[in-house]
């Protein structure tokens, strides 16, 4: 016995010594920064505010596969490649889409930080009150804005309010969408009151009180056109919805702090320019920040390089060349997206040159035949030459005479152009154009399209509220035309698509409004026309969808690992 | 037998009544081997008679015998019985001959050296006489087959590239199956350190197979040991020993690839007619002439592979030095090594010195050693960019045109960055040659470890080691992309850019070992030790990167003029302290017992789980010492038999996984598909690029704890008819649980993936070594080694009761659909994907207005709304008319089912011969190249395909079972088509040698000379149609053989020399 407790007396002393002693040797902290220790200054919330911010303008979203692979499938744009990609735009995609299973997968990161920030916002409550409000608002208001594009690409989708804690117990179910509605709507009208007003900023890369509600009025029109991806019946709730949409839309008109900036044009040559509202009228509500040249930070995005348009000659790579703007060098652009017939046509029926012109190519850039090639001149399409213009940067415009081009009537998408970055030296790929989120424009139109849900036939409202945008393009207004409500809905879906098109609305409002299938089909008959390019008959492959393209498939990423979801029937 | 017994008993009886009545007489003695070192514990015993004694600790013996003619037997295991006469005039000194010279042989366990017979473990030396003969850069090229249950390989072929040892099965799904090393008693846990190492300095290499011999290593010895001596210093006068060789490299295969007239053939179906006519076609009208098809037979073309594959150089040359005395001995090498790559501007050399000194005073001995290597790799790897497959270098030089356009000189393909006939926004390929000429990538590692230890005998049989070592691990990487390269292209973000690199780790250890060995009455024998190690590595790394360099010229030294870009630095440290002990125990050499425990405290994870806690017990039972087994001596010299179990663990995760971190994120990192991508924190609000903003970097577990791995051993060895005939057989069950996974998490966490204790993994097998001495005479030697090991490798549980895991070995954005599959009940390393079934055929269609309609009731690929004639055609495998990810199974295995070596050594006249065969069998390739180069990838145009491709689907050939030439996403998947048979044998050297004979030597005052001539990797006989059937260019458990743009492998040629002054 005495050995045994002898034994135990040292067995005990070794446990206690290796415990005590050694714990100091084996005691390892990171060199980083821990949370634990974190979010006690105004500036760590701003921090990481601003990480939580980051993710709308990085490559697997409004810098790029976004706007061009996810979103880019509509009636009005095409993929100007006879390689097809896949993906969404293609029409060719599965739940192995590398762009869509990214997306899945940057959206659900910003849920996260997210809800870092929530949970760690009121952590220090020696820092101001009035800033940790305005940081949960925005941090509230992203969590949510996160959510609308999930629910929007893919329906019902998992529901996390809390930041990921633990790696185990992660298998998560779809929440129905309408619960996922009903809590980001509550969550950004309790965020707006703290969110700050638009007159309050100089820049518009951050969520305000009439993004915030502009954002709540496409949230609402889309939640009242979900039923027809559903096959099922309108909701006894949709005309609430409208009612909503208005109300909301209808508080960023009565601000009295936007307006509509002419030309059309200024409004993207702002956004290439790193300009914010430079008329001083406040157009553009909300941007997904991208600055720079990705030379140093990569804060710069793909906008106007993949969508949108620029020199087919790339002079990043010539001394001479790279450091200049405007004509001289245009920056490079691969243009994937060029218009549609049914674009193009829209606006000659309107005769509209403000917009068709802007957001069509009307011209090609002109280059010197003789290597290294700098621009010359602007080559205008017929009947596209502006009166008058004859020279832009000292360099002459000239018009196409070949009438095979001419009757080529499918053109690059040119909404986003190059040649307005004022940043040097200008990267082949990498471009400092903001992408617009949010527009007044938009606002009006949600407010005209509502309202008209609204009533038996067009309000007073809902005639000014087009005719605000169809007079900025210069077109006549409808205002007396005596519309009936089915004609006044069927204007405000082409006035959107004359005013929104390659925006990444297009998409959602067709498929809000039940016609997207039915769309997409009909664009293959103007495939067939003459006026469409022999060269992009390919395009016909990406036109061919089934309402499986309604919603995006749940990636294979997820569903591998995640053993509560399940997929999206026909995916 | 009974009557035998009662005849023993009868006589014995007798004997006792005589010994009482008789006189007696004194004779003493000592008994030694043959250097003259005595022997204790030796069992005499007087013929006939019961009596008998044991020698001392000093061989020293005495006893009385009754009559002057007795016999005397002396009997000792592991030596020739002796029998002799009784010799009471003076001390007889009786000589004992070793019984067996393999038994004998020194075993490097852990802390401690064990005869072989003495092992109850499962632990076995590698052979580096036989190893030494192939002229390779580093000791791990040439352990492939050498060692039943051993597997090694090589990811692909590049120069000093690492080999991936897996020693009886990979234990964990996601971490490092590297085995530990521990050199002259320093654990290292990166593979790479066999690389820093001279062949010609090792003296031995053991490799600790089961638990009861790793267990002493505890936490890191699960996945086995390679303990490493380096030669100490030898008694005598000065001895200068200089090794050189010289050889040559060759690719052994290139693939073919289609020549002009195919290739533009190919092109018809690819590139519309009016196209075809255009300025960008092949069948233009230039200079007035209309080209067709005819016109590219027999035309000046290129062969890029030819291009870019060089006859390569490689050298050795190694001087060493050793002698003493028998207080001060000492040992110093220094050794040069250098190959160049069997691909244009690449290279591995190594600079490599050591010198190590042993003192003995009275009763303290004391080492101390140096060691320093410098090892320069230069040039990109073919093979390593994830994100694009574009981007890795096989794409551009399979995919590179043979030809141009009429209208083009053919030679403004090699002159020009890229080929002006390629859409530069959806097609990177890049000049290969121009490529690879002009990127500057270079590698240096520095590793210098200083180490030694004092040993004190504090009395008879205890023994106090007090060692350390420091080591010094530099790594720096110089990278250039000039205008000319891939990354540096005047149309890249960053024109010319550099980047210098430098990661810096520093390790010490201290380890305290007392150890203690006595005996109860000379038969029972103990020896044990006690120890205590602490461990400490502390890491910094930086990185620096500047763009837009104006002159290129300067190379690095004009970096400083650039644009400064990324700047990084991350540091990181770990330390781990342990306790050990260990008891052996053996009955009169016949019967053993060993016991070890271990306790491991590692700063990796949190407080509670830091402490793991090893176990092992063994046992042996030399039965051939049994006295029933004297009848069958002259047929089984030795048998052992050995049992063992223990626990050994895994804690190779990264430091500091226990903890979530903040980051300020300039930029994303990984492969840009996003999916296991950190987004960074940059939003530029108000242009503002300095807006970075702070975000989670990964998710922590803070329940992390050891994987523990559990291993059965039982094994035999034997040997026949006086030693000729020697064999081992292990059987071996290994359970790995709590395994420690970097598992993929679902997406809607928020995180991609994180470190978890998941499931269990179950490795069985057996492995068979012979040898045999099939002739020997004064003159003529022939000996051969065979060894063949089987693994049963079998998933037994995953995480949260998940069925499978799904894994995507990432090699191009267009295909990150899962690969392979983990799946419970099944071997881990499964291919994935779907059954191919040929290509649609045109009686499968319905034709109406000259479309093609597939008939009702054939099932169509899932997002292939209008399946073609000749599109892949993969099995349904759910009947559910579509095929879609639910038709996915098992397509593959990515592990051997046997693998082994056969080494024939003749000797003969001086001269000496060695002949090793080395194979792996039963495992499968997922040639990913064929996904590229054997589809006509998504109708890309001017993209090169493989000479296999000529017979693919057309209308013409419509009984093809090669999908025809389209952009369909079927195209795009994992299926059989690209699975291949990955079984080998393989002539792996031959070396030829011959030694002059002394008298001739002595004349020129040389003690040793040989000459030699050796080849390596010289025939594959394989079925597998890439570069080579070792690959796996994305080597982990889960994901392996992959072949993408692997480096290819190199046949060598060499001569050399060795001789001793």
Not at chain 1, 220 to 225: E, Q, V
Not at chain 2, 529 to 558: D, V
Request: with cysteine; proline share 4%.
């Amino acid at each position: 016995m005495n050995f045994i407790n002898r034994l135990k007396i040292y067995v005990v002393s070794i446990v206690i010594f290796m415990q005590t002693a050694c714990s100091g040797f084996l005691e390892k902290e990171p060199y980083d920064l821990v949370p634990e220790g974190y979010f006690n200054t105004q500036e760590e919330l701003e921090s990481f505010l601003t990480g939580t911010y980051s993710l709308i303008m990085q490559t697997q979203f409004y810098g790029n596969y976004y706007i061009l692979y996810n979103a880019g499938g509509d009636d009005l744009g095409f993929f100007q490649r006879s390689n097809a990609v896949t993906s969404i735009i293609c029409a060719n995609t599965s739940s192995s889409d590398m762009y869509i299973t990214s997306y899945w997968r940057i959206l659900y990161e910003g849920v996260n930080r997210a809800n870092v920030l929530i949970e760690n916002v009121n952590k220090n409550v020696e820092i101001k009150a009035d800033i940790r409000k305005r940081v949960l608002a925005e941090a509230l208001f992203l969590r949510s804005f996160f959510y609308f594009n999930l629910v929007q690409g893919w329906g019902d989708v998992p529901l996390r309010l809390s930041s990921t804690q633990t790696v185990t117990g992660l298998d998560i179910a779809r929440t129905d969408r309408e619960i996922i509605y009903e809590r980001i709507i509550t969550d950004i009208v309790n965020a707006i009151p703290d969110l700050k007003r638009s007159d309050e900023l100089t820049h518009t890369g951050m969520i305000t009180q009439s993004g915030a509600k502009g954002m709540l009025a496409r949230i609402y029109l889309f939640r009242a056109g979900e039923h027809y991806r559903q096959k099922l019946p309108a909701p006894e709730t949709k005309q609430i919805y409208f009612e909503e949409a208005k109300r909301w839309a209808l508080q960023v008109r009565e601000s009295n702090m936007h307006g509509l900036v002419t030309p059309y044009s200024q409004v993207f040559i702002d956004l290439s320019k790193d300009k914010y509202n430079s008329t001083g009228i406040r157009e553009s509500i909300w941007e997904a920040e991208i600055a720079g040249n990705n030379s140093i930070v990569m804060a710069a995005g793909r906008v106007g390089n993949i969508v949108g348009f620029g020199s087919a000659k790339d002079f990043s790579s010539i001394a001479e060349l790279k450091n200049l703007n405007g004509m001289a060098n245009p920056g490079y652009s691969y243009r994937f997206i060029f218009a549609t017939l049914k674009l193009y046509d829209m606006y000659e029926a309107e005769m509209d040159t403000a917009r068709g012109n802007w957001n069509i190519a009307p011209f090609e850039y002109e280059h010197d035949p003789l290597a290294p090639n700098p621009v010359i001149g602007r080559k205008y399409y017929s009947d596209k030459r502006p009166d008058g213009l004859n020279q832009v940067d000292g360099l002459p415009c000239t018009d196409e005479t070949r009438a095979y081009i001419n009757n080529r009537h499918t053109r690059s998408a040119a909404k986003f152009r190059r040649e307005y970055e004022v940043v040097t030296p200008k990267d082949k790929n990498f471009t400092p154009i903001n992408f617009p989120i949010l527009r007044y424009s938009d606002v009006l139109l949600m407010i005209a399209e509502a309202d008209n849900e609204l009533s038996a036939s067009p309000s007073d409202l809902a005639y000014a509220c087009i005719d605000e945008v169809r007079s900025r393009a210069g077109i006549s207004p409808l205002t007396g035309s005596g519309l009936s409500k089915e004609d006044f809905r069927e204007a405000i879906k082409r006035e959107r698509a004359m005013e929104l098109c390659f925006e990444t609305t297009r998409r959602w409002d067709l498929i809000r409004w039940g016609e997207f299938i039915t769309n997409m089909s009909n664009t293959l008959t103007d495939i067939d026309k003459s006026e469409w390019s022999v060269d992009h008959k390919y395009a016909s492959n990406y036109f061919k969808i089934t309402d499986t393209y309604e919603y995006y498939p749940i990636p294979i990423m997820e569903l591998s690992v995640n053993k509560s979801i399940t997929q999206t029937p026909g995916w | 037998m009974k009557l035998a017994q009662m005849k023993l008993f009868i006589t014995t009886v007798f004997l006792l009544i005589t010994v009482v009545v008789m006189s007696q007489i004194n004779v003493r003695g000592v008994v030694t081997d043959a250097k003259g070192e005595p022997l204790p514990g030796v069992n005499i015993q007087i013929k006939g008679a019961k009596s008998g004694t044991i020698t001392d600790l000093n061989g020293k013996f005495g006893l009385k015998v009754d009559k002057v003619n007795d016999l005397l037997i002396f009997s000792f295991l592991g030596y020739q019985t002796k029998e002799l006469k009784i010799d009471q005039s003076k001390p007889m000194v009786v000589i004992l001959q070793e019984e067996s010279l393999s038994l004998n042989e020194v075993m490097v366990v852990g802390y401690q050296d064990v005869k072989k017979r003495d092992l109850t473990g499962s632990v076995a030396k590698a052979n580096i006489d036989d190893m030494i003969k192939a002229p390779v850069a580093s000791f791990d090229q040439a352990l492939a087959g050498r060692i039943a249950g051993v597997n090694v390989s090589s990811s692909e072929g590049t120069p000093g590239g690492t080999m991936n040892i897996v020693i009886r099965g990979n234990n964990s799904l996601t971490q490092e199956n590297s085995p530990l090393y521990v050199i002259d008693g320093f654990p290292i846990e990166d593979p790479s350190i066999a690389s820093t190492i001279n062949s010609n300095d090792i003296e031995s290499i053991d490799l600790l197979k089961d638990a009861s011999a790793t267990a002493i290593y505890g936490a890191r010895g699960a996945n086995g040991v390679v303990i490493i001596s380096t030669k100490k210093g030898k008694v005598g006068a000065p001895v200068l020993g200089y090794n050189a060789d010289f050889g040559i490299q060759r690719v052994t295969r290139k693939i073919p690839m289609m020549d002009a007239y195919e290739f533009v053939r190919l092109q018809e179906e690819i590139i519309t007619p009016a196209d075809m006519a255009s300025v960008w076609g092949y069948y233009q009208t230039y200079n007035e002439k209309k080209y067709t098809r005819e016109d590219y037979r027999n035309i000046e073309q290129f062969d890029w592979q030819d291009m870019i594959f060089q006859d390569a150089m490689q050298q050795s040359h190694n001087i060493s030095l050793t002698g003493g005395t028998n207080d001060i001995r000492y040992n110093g090498s220094l050794s040069y090594y250098d190959q160049d790559g069997v691909v244009i501007n690449s290279n591995f050399n190594r600079l490599h010195g050591r010198f190590g000194i042993t003192i003995q005073h009275k009763k303290m001995r004391v080492y101390l050693a140096t060691n320093y290597s410098k090892s320069i790799y230069s040039g990109n790897s073919p093979s390593q960019s994830s994100y694009s497959g574009m981007n890795n270098l096989f794409y551009s030089v399979w995919g590179y045109r043979p030809v141009t356009t009429p209208n083009l000189d053919i030679y403004s393909l090699v002159e020009n960055n890229t080929d002006d006939g390629v859409d530069p926004s959806v097609d990177y390929r890049f000049n290969p040659i121009m490529s690879l000429n002009n990127e500057f990538n270079e590698k240096h590692n520095t590793y210098a470890g200083y180490n030694g230890f004092l040993e004190y005998e504090i009395q008879k049989g205890l023994k106090l080691k007090i060692s350390g070592g420091y080591t010094s691990d530099i790594r720096n990487a110089e990278i250039l992309n000039n205008s000319k390269t891939r990354g540096g292209m005047p149309t890249s973000t960053w024109k010319t850019n550099a980047t210098f690199s430098n990661s810096d780790r520093k390790t010490w250890l201290n380890e305290n070992i007392l150890t203690y060995q006595t005996n109860i009455q000379k038969k029972h024998f103990f020896n044990g030790l006690l120890g205590m190690t602490m461990q400490e590595s502390i890491s910094k790394f930086y990185s620096m990167r500047t763009i837009l360099i104006p002159n290129e010229s300067l190379g690095m030294a004009g970096m400083g003029q650039g644009t400064p870009s990324t700047i990084n630095s991350t540091f990181s440290d770990w330390s781990m302290i342990s306790f050990l002990g260990r008891i052996n125990y053996n009955y009169k050499s016949k019967y053993y017992l060993t016991g070890s425990f271990r306790a491991d405290g590692s700063s990796k994870f949190s407080y509670q789980n830091r402490f793991g806690y090893f176990p092992s017990f063994s046992s042996a039972w030399n039965f051939t010492q049994e006295k029933f087994m004297r009848p069958v001596k002259h047929v089984l010299t030795t048998g052992k038999l050995r049992l063992s179990w223990g626990v050994t663990g895994n804690n190779r995760v990264g430091e500091y996984d226990t903890y979530s971190r903040i980051i300020i994120q300039q930029v994303a990192w990984g492969t840009g598909t996003g999916i296991y991508d950190v987004f960074h924190g940059v939003y530029p609000v108000n242009n503002s690029l300095s807006n970075i903003g702070s975000i989670i970097s990964g998710l922590p577990n803070k329940d992390l704890k050891w994987e523990t791995t559990a291993q059965t051993n039982a094994g035999a060895d034997l040997t026949f008819f006086d030693d000729k005939i020697s064999i081992t057989v292990d059987w071996y069950n290994k359970i790995t649980s709590d395994l420690l996974l970097r598992a993929s998490l679902p997406l809607s966490s928020g995180f991609a993936s994180a470190m978890k204790n998941i499931g269990k993994v179950q490795n069985n097998g057996l492995e068979f070594t012979i040898n045999t001495v099939n002739y020997q005479d004064n003159k003529f030697k022939w000996t051969t080694n065979f060894n063949i090991a089987f693994n049963k490798n079998k998933v037994l549980e995953l995480s949260e009761n998940q069925q499978s895991l799904l894994t995507n070995a990432p090699f191009d954005q267009n295909f990150i659909s899962p690969n392979y599959i983990a799946k419970v009940g099944y071997p881990i390393g499964m291919m994935y994907g779907y059954i191919y079934e040929g290509t649609y055929k045109l009686d499968e269609f319905n034709v109406s207005n000259s479309s093609h309609i597939l008939k009702p009731g054939i099932p169509r690929y899932v997002s292939e709304a209008n399946t073609k004639p000749g599109y892949p055609k993969y099995k349904d495998i759910n009947n559910d008319g579509i095929v879609d990810t639910r038709d996915q199974t098992f397509i593959g295995r990515g592990d051997p089912i046997h693998f082994g070596g056969l080494t024939n050594n003749i000797e003969y006249a001086g001269f000496d011969l060695s002949v090793f065969f080395q194979w792996s069998y039963g495992s499968n390739i997922l040639n990913a190249n064929r996904l590229i180069f054997e589809s006509g990838f998504s109708r890309r145009s001017h993209l090169n395909q493989y000479a296999s491709y000529i017979d693919r689907w057309t209308f013409e050939n419509a009984d093809s079972d090669m999908p025809r030439v389209s952009s369909s996403p079927s195209n795009n998947v994992f299926s059989t088509r690209i699975v291949e048979d990955g079984s080998y044998l393989r002539l792996k050297t031959i070396a030829l040698g011959y030694t002059f004979n002394n008298k001739l030597l002595n004349k020129i005052k040389l003690s040793k000379a040989r000459v030699f001539v050796s080849g390596q990797n010289l025939h594959t006989w394989t079925k597998y149609s890439g570069f080579d059937p070792e690959v796996s260019v994305r080597n982990s458990a889960l994901t392996p053989g992959l072949d993408f743009s692997a480096y290819p492998r190199a046949f060598s040629l060499n001569a050399g020399l060795n001789v001793t002054f």
